[in-house]
């Protein structure tokens, strides 16, 4: 069986999609998960248990990937060449404004600790992603990643930095609590 181990849709046979079914992604992980058990291969020579182990650990990263919503945009994001490493991303400067404001309440908060004010913040948190998400959800709902302009490519790639800055903030709440 020739199995393309170079991209996680692929070898799940699976549109390039931030929505994708996790039910068929589920089942065409266990399929794969039986086939290429290692269990199954102790008789084998050493190379094809090594071929088997291979596919084996490619066939969990990848359900690991793509089971995770953020795993999947950031995943997306790579194949799409708009993520490169050590890269950083510019976020908006409205964005930034805002989430300086936050910061220094989360600061605040270090030396004299508010319940109310922390629950405050983490509501206003709360705010920021449903903000971020609506304005995200035709470009995450879209059936092919491959189809989206450099426009809507940007603009998730924007998203998943967002998301990313909000949930280091999410972080230093639960720290604080």
Known sequence: MEVQT???????????????????????????????????????????????????SFNNKAYQTLKDPTSRLHYTLELL???????????????????????????????DPDPVRQASIKAQIEDFEAQIHSKAVLLLAHPDALQLDIQQKQALKDYYYKCKYLRRIHDSLEKLA
């Open 81 to 111: 060449g708009m993520l490169a490493d050590g890269e950083k991303n510019s976020l908006p400067q409205d964005f930034l404004m805002e989430m300086m404001e936050i910061n220094e309440e989360l600061m605040e908060l270090q030396f």
């Open 6 to 56: 170079d991209n996680y849709f692929v070898f799940f046979d699976l549109p390039i999609s931030l929505n994708i079914e996790l039910e068929e992604l589920e089942n065409r992980f266990y399929r794969f998960h039986k086939i290429f058990h290692p269990d199954f291969f102790l008789q084998a020579s050493e190379e094809k248990k090594e071929q088997i182990i291979e596919l084996a």
